[in-house]
C-alpha cells in the first residue's frame, strides 16, 4: 500500500467510524506532511520508526503538539496493519514525548463569574447559544469537537442524559446532566427552535454546525468583555475546570478519566491541578454563576 493512498483510505475509514470532522483534518494535515517529508510513492511497508522521527523533528513542536502527531501516527499503523495493508504494527515503537505539563491552568469562580457575567449583561445577539455552549462545557468537560458534533435527538431531558457518539477516541459515552445545565439547554433550544436532527450549536460550516474556530474566536470574545486572557487555549480551560472540581470533590483518578473520555487514566494528570458525584461536580460549578 503507497503511503499517500493509505492515507485517504484511513481518512473514509474515520468518517465512517463517526469520528469529528475537525479530528480528520487534523489526523490528514499530519499524515501529509509525514508523507511528504518521504520520497514519492513511498511504500508503507517501507516506513520505519527513525524515518517518522526524522520527518518529525523538522518541525518544531511543543510536546502536548508532538504527542497528538505521535498518536495520530499510531492509530493510522495500527488501522493499516488490522486492515490486512501492512505485515505488521510499523509504528507501534513510535514514542511518546515525557515531559507535558499541563494543558492549561483551571478557571477560578471569580473568572468564572466574570465570563459568564459578560454574557448575561450584553445585548449580543449570539450570547443564548454561547452561554449554553460554555456552561455545557463547564458542567460536563466536553471536548471542543465533541460538541461540534452533537444532536438535539441526543439529549435526554427526562433521564438528565447527553451521548456523546463523536470523540476523540472514537467510542460514544453518557453523560449525567445536572438540572441547571438541563434547564439553559431547554431555554436555548425553545429559542433556536431547535430540531432533533439538528445540530445543537449551529454555526457557518457545511454541516451547518459550530466549527471549532468559531468556537475558539466566541471564547475570546467573552474573555475579552470579561477582562480574562484566554492563555491560547480557549474553552480548554472550561475542560481543565470540570476536571479539577470533580477529582477534588472525589480523589479518584478513574472516575476524571471516565468523565473526560480518556483510556489512559495517566492523561487525566494534564488536565486537574490539584468524593464521585459527576453531575454534582457540574452543578457546583454552575451554581455560583447563577447559570439555570
Known sequence: ????????????????????????????????????????????????????LDGLSRHKSASATRNREVACLRSFSRWAFEAGHAQSHRLAGLPRQRGCGSVARALGETELEAFFGAMRGSEDELRWRDEALFALYASTGLRRTEAVELRWKELDTERGQLRVLSSKTGRSRVLQLG?????????YRVRCKGRPEGAVFEGRTKTGALGVWQINDR????????????????????RVSFATMLYEQSGDVALVAQSLGHRDVR???????????????GERLMKPLGLG
Not at 8 to 26: D, G, V
Not at 219 to 238: C, I, K, N
Not at 267 to 281: E, F, P, Q, S
Open 179 to 187: 438540572p441547571r445545565i438541563l434547564a439553559l439547554l431547554e431555554r
Open 267 to 281: 492523561t487525566r494528570l494534564r488536565y486537574v491541578a490539584v468524593k464521585g458525584d459527576v453531575a454534582g461536580a
Open 219 to 238: 471564547f475570546r470574545h467573552w474573555s475579552r468583555e470579561a477582562g480574562l486572557e484566554d492563555g491560547g487555549v480557549g474553552p480548554m480551560r472550561l
Open 1 to 52: 500500500m503507497k503511503f499517500k493512498t493509505g492515507i485517504e483510505q484511513y481518512c473514509r475509514y474515520l468518517a465512517m467510524a463517526r469520528r469529528a470532522e475537525a479530528t480528520i483534518e487534523s489526523y490528514k494535515r499530519t499524515l501529509d506532511r509525514v508523507c511528504g517529508e518521504m520520497p514519492r510513492g513511498t511504500n508503507w511497508e517501507k516506513v520505519t520508526v527513525e524515518a517518522v
